[in-house]
C-alpha cells in the first residue's frame, strides 16, 4: 500500500483520550480541533517549569538525494520502538509546508509503518498555524506600506525596505516584482517581491519563543527598513504592528498534539526549511516533551550540515538544551547516488559506488562527533533493493570510524523494525558521554562565524562575498556580531553547487546577500544561487493529488 493508504486504515485513538492515557494532560488543557488534533495550553505548559528534563535524541541525516533518506520515517520508527521496549517516550516533528507537498518533496510526516496521522491533515492545513503566520506576516506587509501611503512620518527610504511578502506555495515568478503601481490611490512604486511561509522571520520566531510575552517582545524587533536620511533602522513596533500579529499567533504559538500509527504521542509544530532557515520544530514544543517524557526524539532539517549545525547553534545557544544522542540517517541506495551511480541504476548492486559514496556519511558523522562532541549511531534505512554485501559493507566502514550502523526496517515493520536501533540508542545513551560543544563563539565576528561552518562543516578552503555582501556584513557587524549565522545553501551538497556530490573539499562558500533577523536574533546568509521562494519542478506532485466524491484524498505522499 502506498503511504496514505496506510494512514487512512489507521485506527487511531481520540486524542483526549490519548493525552489523558499516555501523558497525563487532562481535557481542561486541551483544545481539539476535531478528533485526532488538538492544541496543549499555556497554562498547562507552564504548570511543567519544574518537571525534569528527559534524554534529547537528535535525529540528522547524511546529504539529501533523490534516492531517499528517511530521516522522519526513522524519527518516528524510533519513537515507536523505544515506546515498544517500554520507555517513556515522545517525538517531536516540524509542520509540512504546502509548496513541498506540492512540489517535489511530497509530504513529511514519515513513511510507510512509520507515521504520523491525520496524515492528510497534518500535510495540508492541519491545524492553521501556516495561515496565520502567513496573515501575520503580510499584516507587517500591509501596515508598512499604508504607513508609507499616510505620509511616511518616520521617513522610511523605499529603497531599503527588508520586509517582503510570503506565501505558502512554490512559485517563482513572485520573488522579484513591483508593487504600488496604478497612480497615487495605491500606493508608491517600490520593489518587492515573495518568499515562502518556511522561510519567514516571523516562522523563526514563533519557533523559537518560550511565551506569548517573547513572541509579541521578538516581533516588535523585526527589522522593517531604515530612514532615507540618518539611515536608521526602524521595526515592528514603531509602525505599532506587534501587537495585532501577537494577536493572529496566539494559537499558532500552541504546541499541536498528533499520534503515530501506533498511538504514542507526538508534537508537530513549527516548520522553517533547514536551506533556507534553521530547520527545527519549535522550542516550546520540544521543551514541553522534554518535561513529559523521559525520552524525546527529534528531528533537523535536511543534512547534518544544515539542521544539526543549526539545531545546535542556534536552537540549542538560544535554549540552553543540548542532544545527548545523535542518530545519523542513511540509506545505501543514497551512498551509491553520492557514489556517482546514476539513479535508475541504485537498485543493483554497486558496492564500488558504496564505496565512493561513504565519504559522505563519514564527513557527516565526523563533524557530529568531532566538531559537536556528540556520540553519534548510524541508522541504515532499509530498502528491498539492499543486498547483503552492500549493508555489510557499510556497517564495516561505519564500525572502522568507531560508531556502530544499525539496519531499520521501520518502514515495513513499524516500531519493531527499529527495535535494534532503539537498544543501540540507549546503550550509547549509557556508555557515551557527550562532550557537547558549540561550532563558535557566540562573541565571534560574523566572518569568523560563516568561515568555521565552511571550513570546518562544509570542508571549504574559504569564503568570499562581492561588494554589496560584504558592505551588508560590515554595516551588520557592530550590532549583530553576537547572533548566531543561518546559512542559506543547497541542501543536495556541502558546497553551494548542487551537482558535487559526496563530500567535495577545496570549494569556495559564496555570498550572495545578508539578511538581519532581528527579532529571530539570527543573521541569514544567503549562499550561491539558493532561492528562499522555491519553484515548482517540471512534473510537480499536486499533478497526482486528487478527492473523490466521498472526500477521500488520493496521490499524497
Known sequence: MSDIEIAQKARMKPIVELA????????DHLDPYGRYKAKVSFDYIESLKEQPNGKLILVTAISPTPAGEGKTTTTVGLGDALNRLGKKTMIALREPALGPCFGVKGGAAGGGYAQVVPMEDINLHFTGDFHALGVAHNLLAALLDNHIHHDNRLRLDLRQINWKRVMDMNDR????????????????????????????????????????????????????????????????????AHGAMAALLKDALRPNLVQTLENN????????????????????????????????????????DLGAEKFIDIKCRKAGLQPDCVVLVTTVRALKSHGGAPIKALQKEDLAALDAGFVNLQRHLNNVREQFGLPCVVAINHFNSDTDAEI????????ALGSKAILCRHWAEGGAGAEALAREVLHTLETTPSSFRFLYDENAPLWDKITAIATRIYGASDITADIKARQQLSQLSEEYSHFPVCIAKTQYSFSTDPNLKGAPTGHVLSIREVRPAHGAEFVVVVCGSMMTMPGLPKIPAAEHIDVDETGKITGLF
Open 392 to 399: 555489510a559493507l557499510l556497517q564495516r566502514k561505519v564500525e
Open 265 to 304: 504521542p507526538v508534537f508537530v509544530h513549527g516548520g522553517p526549511f533547514a536551506n533556507i532557515a534553521h530547520g527545527c520544530n519549535s522550542l516550546i514544543a520540544t521543551q514541553t516533551a522534554l518535561k513529559l517524557a523521559d525520552y524525546v526524539v527529534t528531528e533537523a532539517g535536511f543534512g547534518a
Open 173 to 240: 515568478a513572485l520573488r522579484q516584482l513591483v508593487i504600488g503601481l496604478g497612480g497615487p490611490p495605491n500606493g508608491f512604486p517600490r520593489e518587492d517581491g515573495f518568499d515562502i511561509v518556511a522561510a519567514s522571520e516571523v516562522m523563526a520566531i514563533l519557533c523559537l519563543s518560550s511565551s506569548l510575552k517573547e513572541l509579541k517582545e521578538r516581533l516588535g524587533k523585526i527589522l522593517i527598513g531604515y530612514t532615507r536620511f540618518e539611515n536608521k533602522p526602524v521595526y515592528a513596533r514603531d509602525i505599532n
Open 20 to 27: 489523558a492515557e499516555r501523558l497525563g494532560i487532562g481535557t
